[in-house]
């Protein structure tokens, strides 16, 4: 496995006073000890950003493209490699390490690869004021400046990527902090980046402690933040982004719903969700943590269900026949033990799993409970592990109404044969993405937008209106100034107010007493001296 063992500033190895150890969640032995930066660190990866950002922010769109096209071989040619540090970081086994980290990642980069050049170009529009049908105007997409990029360690390839390579793409720069859990692969993402020819400066891939993070979000060249994590340092980051007034963009947690109509076909279904709450064990803010289920099918699909996850095998990441690995960090661990032991505690029973296995590693078996209660933490927060509640509903409209009464509103599921029914789902259950008879994957589509409802986070990634959270979407106006004044400059007097109230209902009204006021308009000395009669006429029709 290659050793990285120090943060990338200006593309250079810079190591710091402190040290962070990457731990293997299989074995609960040591990976790697790296060295982390301190204040004084943080502050020269921020100046590394502002000293490259002139240069990268008037480089040639194509010429960023071809960057992302050499990244593009290098990650397809290395993907053993970096599904390896992936599997052994977090846990994952190393086919899912390649299926839901590298996959999406080289989706994203091909994405942009073809469409970024298209994405960024200057967008004209057509005034539809007919005083301004002269004006060239449109849309110019220019980069921000320096920003802060925060990912966790659940998905340490596919999140950065989906939000390093848009913000670069754009002509941004970056300063770039991975999770602590994950941060040999954050590394090798920064190194990929360096050796596919970023110039210096352009991504500073830094190892930190996490209340030094605080040094690059609160730096007054930093114009905004993008986080990807938990809703409590989320909110910690949106309180320090509000204190400077810049925006921040924020995907938090989750408690997905899948909402099972009766009439879903039982083996897709039954399928479909226990891979969409197991993938990852469960570490995904997109898992399925909720699922309700019409009564008629409930009792069918639930035992298939628990038929299904009594299959899957749970061990080493290393073993190709494993289904669930180990959860990442021991902490998350805790978490979904105390959320299942209160639960049952309460009269929840588990169908499956249930029980923190005795051992080394952090395993976690796949549970599927019932007779809980939405006043249970297992239903109300936000579990992220291998957990899934079965819950029976009278209706559609219950189910839909529980879905929604969440905090949470990142992802949904509806499971249905109807057209009508799936129509229905996908307006009225309350998230920013939802999937009809399938879950999580739509995060691998490099043109649907991710983000959430409610505490599940502010903003959008992926995607042209991913693109658009990192970009001055500016509009602009090129009059060619050939008149001598516009017919709304100064002096204001009797003439003008004539001109214009008579120009407004001409513009506005309806009827043919409209054109009672296109006389009055006419005899003004502001109409005859100011107004472009060969515009006009070009652009008649709008008048009729």
Not at 69 to 96: F, H, N, T, Y
Not at 161 to 183: C, Q
Not at 331 to 354: M, P, Y
Not at 453 to 478: D, F, M, P, Q
């Amino acid at each position: 496995m290659r050793s990285l063992p120090h943060s990338i500033v200006r593309n250079v190895d810079v190591a710091g006073p402190g040290t962070v150890t990457t731990i293997n969640p299989a074995t609960e032995e040591a990976i790697a000890t790296v060295t982390s930066l301190d204040g004084e660190g943080a502050l020269d990866a921020v100046a590394a950003a502002e000293e490259a950002f002139e240069a990268w922010s008037h480089t040639p769109v194509a010429e960023r493209v071809e960057v992302f096209r050499r990244w593009l071989a290098i990650m397809l040619d290395e993907q053993d490699e970096l599904a390896r540090i992936v599997s052994a970081e977090g846990g994952k086994p190393l086919v899912e390490a390649r299926l839901v980290d590298v996959f999406p990642a080289l989706e994203t980069l091909k994405y942009f690869v073809e469409h970024l050049e298209g994405m960024l170009a200057f967008k004209p529009v057509e005034p539809e004021q007919l005083l301004f049908k002269h004006w060239k105007a449109g849309y110019r997409f220019d980069p921000l400046g320096v920003l802060a990029v925060v990912t966790p360690w659940n998905y340490p390839v596919g999140i950065p990527m989906a939000e390093l390579v848009p913000a670069i793409g754009a002509g941004n720069t970056i300063v770039f902090k991975p999770a602590s859990a994950t941060v040999l692969t954050g590394l090798f993402l920064g190194d990929q980046a360096r050796r596919a020819g970023l110039p210096p400066g352009v991504l500073n891939t830094v190892v930190l402690p996490g209340a030094v993070t605080d040094v690059v979000v609160d730096h007054p060249s930093v114009c905004k933040v993008l986080f990807t994590g938990s809703v409590d340092i989320g909110r910690h980051v949106a309180h320090r982004c509000a204190e400077r007034l810049i925006p921040v963009q924020l995907e938090l947690g989750g408690k997905d719903a899948a909402v099972v109509a009766a009439d879903a076909d039982l083996e897709r279904t039954a399928r479909g969700i226990v891979w969409g709450a197991f993938v990852n064990s469960g570490q995904t803010c997109a898992s399925i943590e909720r699922v309700y289920v019409e009564r008629p099918l409930y009792q069918r699909l639930l035992d298939r269900m628990v038929e299904l996850t009594s299959e899957l095998k749970v061990g080493p990441p290393t073993d190709d026949d494993t289904d669930l690995g180990p959860l990442t960090t021991r902490g998350q661990r805790d978490i979904v033990d105390e959320h299942v032991r209160a639960a049952l505690a309460a009269g929840a029973k588990a169908l499956t799993g249930g029980k923190r296995p005795e051992g080394k590693g952090f395993y976690y078996p796949p549970t599927i409970l019932v007779d809980t209660t939405d006043d249970m933490d297992v239903i109300a927060e936000e579990t992220f592990g291998p957990v899934m509640p079965v819950i029976p509903v009278d209706s559609l409209d219950e189910a839909i109404r529980r879905a929604n009464d969440s905090k949470f509103g990142l992802t949904a599921s509806g499971w249905t044969t109807s057209a009508a029914t799936a129509e229905r789902l996908q307006r009225e259950l309350a998230a920013g993405v939802v999937m009809i008879n399938d879950h999580v994957v739509a995060f691998a589509e490099a043109t649907g937008t991710w983000g959430g409802l409610k505490e599940s986070g502010t903003g959008r990634a992926h995607g042209e209106y991913g693109l658009h959270e990192v970009v001055n979407i500016k509009y602009v106006v090129h009059d060619a100034g050939r008149d001598e004044a516009a017919p709304w400059y100064y002096p204001y007097d009797a003439d003008f107010d004539q001109f214009i109230s008579s120009a407004m209902p001409l513009l506005y009204g309806k009827g043919l007493d409209r054109y009672a006021q296109l006389n009055k308009l006419a005899s003004t000395r502001r109409f005859r001296d100011r107004v472009r009669k060969t515009t006009l006429a070009k652009n008649l029709k709008e008048l009729l």
